[in-house]
């Protein structure tokens, strides 16, 4: 009986001639004699993380307990069962492929055995590849920064994938790789970009193994974002701060910004030069004392860009010592006197004083601030003595002032003055003659602080003839006049002398440049 028949046959044969150590042994031969002829593996190539599915095939049909076929992968990154049973009558049986990410393309054998023979199929894992590059934003001012999202194709493997980075421009960099974390598919970076003075376009790069993409940022230059003052009011004579805000850092030679300002109370540097990487600078602004309020535009510009700033100049307020006082003086010496002091809006003191005991009588000039502190110098027959001292202020309008003495430094002089209003206040009218045959007409108004302006008309000549008066007057009638003829073709400053107030006023100009002095006598309206 030969065993290459099938079992059927096999029996037939036992049944007629009575064989039965002969199907017994015929079963275990044909059992042996199974072999593996095939293993395949579908899809044959996968992206690692992907199932396939594995197919082994045997030599002949199964018989009635299956044939076991013992299965295996040599791969870290794919496992398999480690056995496949295929059933009854048939010839071939399917199992899982289970495969993990790989770093990169990696081939997987997978076997299957049955006895003595084995057969193998391969299957390929593939990594992960760049699929997309993006950057935030794709246009900057250089000194910001940019972020960027490289995705990958299927998850990173379980030890990370590492993204291969790179610039083509020294003003936009970035770290040389960036890794993706195991399990993600995407991961992301910092652009650090520096100050430029042109456009520049730099090309960021990420690669793995054979894939790559490009993309492109716009770096431009810095452009003038803010100008600022501080503060944005002042009294004239005061100086600001102003700070120009760059968009970005300037670039590696700096930059220059030019600077302006308008208006004659307000001056600023022609320029302001910002080192490489910074983002700002502060420049002064120096101002003038104003009669009047005024605003001064300060401006700065690079390139086409430019910014301005409104700076407020005010006047400086009135003095709160201002006014016209007489009163008395008195030092620790013993001396005592009499004393007459006019305080102009400004701060600007002038007036007299006489010594009760000697009669000696003396000038006084100097300044006083909103807080008290004054300058003093006295001019009498002994020379002229400056002495700083303080005021305060009193109830009714009424100063006390302290000041050292200034012959012999360790006494003190204590003046109290009451606040009264100047007795040549007021406004007159009348005539002016020089004694020289040169006379005509005046107006002229007096302030309570001893303000003098006017204006005169002379006779005989019209127009030309005519002009202004100006000057100031001191509580005991010294005063300063300057006179201007219309076309501001002949100015002339000249001491005078008022007389006692009341109408007439009669006004000697002294020293004026004439042979004789000019009197005004002038009727209070």
Known sequence: MNCILGFREAKRAMMRTGLTAMLVVCSVAMAFAQTVSNVSVNPASVVGGVNAIGTVTISAKAGVDGVNVTLAALSDFATVPQSVSIPKGKT???????TSPVPTDTNVTVSGTVGQTTKSATLTLKAPKITSLALSPTQLVGGNNSNGTVKISSPAPGSGLTINLASNQAAAMVDST??????????????????VSSNTTAKITASLNSSSIGVSLTINPPVISKLSLSPTALVGGNPAIGTVTLSGAAPPNG???????????????????LESGTT??????????????????????????????????????????AGTYSGSFLSTSGDIGSIDIVVSATGAMSGGSTDGLSGTKATLTGTIDNSGNATVTVTDNSGTHSNTGTFVSLSGGNIQGAFPNGNSGTTYVTLNLANKPLMYQGTYSGTFDDGQGSSGSVTMTISASGQVNGSYTQNGNGNGGNGTVKGTVSANGAAKLTVKNSTGSNTKSASAAFGQGGSPLNIVVL???SATNTTLTLTKQ
Do not use: Q, R
């Not at 071939?92 to 289970?98: L, M, R």
């Not at 930059?255 to 030069?273: H, Q």
């Open 255 to 273: 930059l220059t910004i030019k600077l302006g300002a308008t208006g004659a109370a307000a001056s600023v540097p022609a320029s302001l030069f």
């Open 280 to 321: 700002s600078g502060t420049f002064n602004v120096t101002t003038t004392a104003v009669k009047t309020k005024s605003t001064s535009t300060i401006s700065a510009k690079f390139g086409s860009s430019n910014a301005t700033a409104a700076l407020t100049i005010n006047p400086a307020p009135a003095n709160k010592y």
């Open 178 to 195: 960036v890794v993706i974390g195991a399990g993600a598919t995407s991961g992301k970076f910092t652009i650090t970009t520096t100050g």
């Open 511 to 513: 020293n004026s440049g």
């Open 92 to 98: 071939s049986a399917t199992f899982t492929i289970t």
